[in-house]
């Protein structure tokens, strides 16, 4: 099918990307399991070797199961293109890669995902780039943050585990007077609920195993492109506007325009970081997407009927999420998801660290296990897991104080679920 602009989110979710199997009209996306493609012959080798045409080389680079949800995932999103690869971390390097250069530093938000914060603030030092952490809710502090070594704001839309939800629409416009790309990663609100694009997002990134596959089967990442960027503007950017030596001297964006970052995303990241999404992971991620829409209506419901019958018990002393009328972004909230404010929130006990302990072992419908996003409700105790490696400042900047839990309500009967969680917050009382 053609993709249209009159097209709904529900039949994009199905359709986008996917066309009946021209050798055999098999009209599910077949798993193409291979490593290497048949050339025509030497000049069409060379053509594609070149970046001279488009088309599949080495399973490393580009994979036509991939390719699909590379499609869909951008259609979803508003975005021109979109490259995948093996997780949501790879994701983010990924989604780095082309901006940054020893000495290069980004601004980001200090509500992120525990191990996010810990990439950003340990491991890309190893390749000489630096983060600067700020609260993103402080916007003149996101702008004294930024110098002329910074290369990208990031963010999430609604936060992991806290559930706030970042201005985007300020964001970007900082980002813009700046001359920066405003990076988002978007796993937890999903297209569905929010585009960051349509915000003035320049990338978005996507943890794929969590919501957008949705049933706890594989790793994957994305990472989307609005390709509304000038990276020629300034000379900030030379991986994308300047010679690459590697292509002979090819300007990735005089040469793809609006997709300069999707190509080099493939002919460069892929190539040399090698963080390659597997065909059969591509293939459980589009079935996931297939019913995103319908999941995500009963996730929203069930989050709002969880969340406020958890505010008025007497074990809480506090729920965080943006979804109930008491909560401070439930304005942004309304603006920006207008479908609703996610599923992900956390719960702050009365009882402290060793309350939240009892609570976590007493569940029984709710998993306990470091994911979020599954058809199933699951629980963690960020503190002491996701996000132990920080400081205690750090963790309750993130949301992830020692006296709270994390709550990813999944799809099950809503009145189930507040048993499980009544049960457990009677043991951890005690």
């Known amino acids: 099918m053609t993709d249209k602009p009159a097209y709904g989110f529900d039949t994009l979710q199905i359709h986008a990307g996917a066309r009946p199997d021209p ?45 699909v949800l590379q499609e869909r995932i951008a259609t979803l999103e508003g975005g021109v293109g979109a490259v995948c690869c093996s997780s949501g971390h790879a994701a983010q390097i990924m989604a780095l890669f082309p901006l940054m250069g020893p000495g290069r530093n980004i601004v980001a938000s200090n509500r992120l995902y525990g191990g996010t914060i810990t990439q950003f603030s340990q491991t890309i030092r190893r390749f000489g780039w630096s983060a600067r952490f700020v609260d993103t809710d402080d916007l003149d502090a996101v702008r004294a943050a930024i110098d002329d070594d910074t290369r990208a704001v990031f963010c999430e839309t609604i936060a992991n585990p806290g559930g706030y939800v970042s201005d985007l629409d300020a964001l970007a416009r900082i980002a813009a007077d700046a001359g920066l790309p405003l990076i988002v990663d978007n796993t937890t609100a999903t297209p569905y609920l929010c585009r960051p694009i349509d915000h003035g997002a320049t990338l978005v990134v996507h943890y794929t ?93 069930n989050a709002v009927k969880i969340a406020a019958w958890l505010e008025t018990h007497p074990a809480v002393a506090g729920v965080t999420y943006a979804g109930l009328p008491t909560s401070p972004y439930a304005d942004r909230a309304a603006r920006m998801l207008p479908r609703g404010a996610g599923a992900l929130f956390t719960v702050k006990l009365k009882g402290g660290y060793d309350a939240c302990v009892r609570f976590v072992g007493a569940l029984d419908l709710f998993s306990h296990v470091a994911n979020l996003g599954d058809a199933r409700s699951l629980v963690i105790h960020s503190a002491s897991t996701t996000h132990r490696q920080l400081t205690l400042d750090q963790q309750v900047a993130a949301g992830a104080a020692p006296d709270v839990v994390r709550l990813s309500i999944g799809i099950e009967n809503a009145d189930d679920l507040i048993r499980d969680l009544d049960h457990a917050l009677t043991v951890a009382g005690h």
């Not at 599910?28 to 399991?33: L, R, S, W």
């Not at 080798?45 to 680079?61: D, T």
């Not at 963080?275 to 319908?294: D, F, R, V």
């Open 23 to 67: 050798a055999t009209g098999a009209r599910q996306t077949p798993i193409y399991q291979t490593t290497a493609y048949v050339f025509r012959d030497a000049d069409h080798a060379a053509a594609l070797f070149n970046l001279q045409e488009v088309g599949y080389i080495y399973s490393r680079l580009t994979n036509p199961t991939v390719a």
């Open 209 to 301: 195993t969590k919501y957008l596959t949705g049933n706890g089967t594989v790793t994957g990442g994305a990472i989307v492109d609005a390709g509304t960027f000038d990276w020629s503007a300034s000379d900030k950017f030379p991986s994308l506007a300047a010679p690459e030596p590697a292509y002979h001297g090819l300007k990735f964006h005089e040469t793809f325009g609006n997709l300069a970052f999707t190509f080099h995303g493939i002919a460069v990241g892929l190539r040399d970081l090698g963080m390659t999404m597997n065909p059969q992971a591509a293939h459980y991620t589009l079935m996931g997407i297939e019913t995103l829409s319908l999941r995500m209506e009963r996730h929203v419901q």
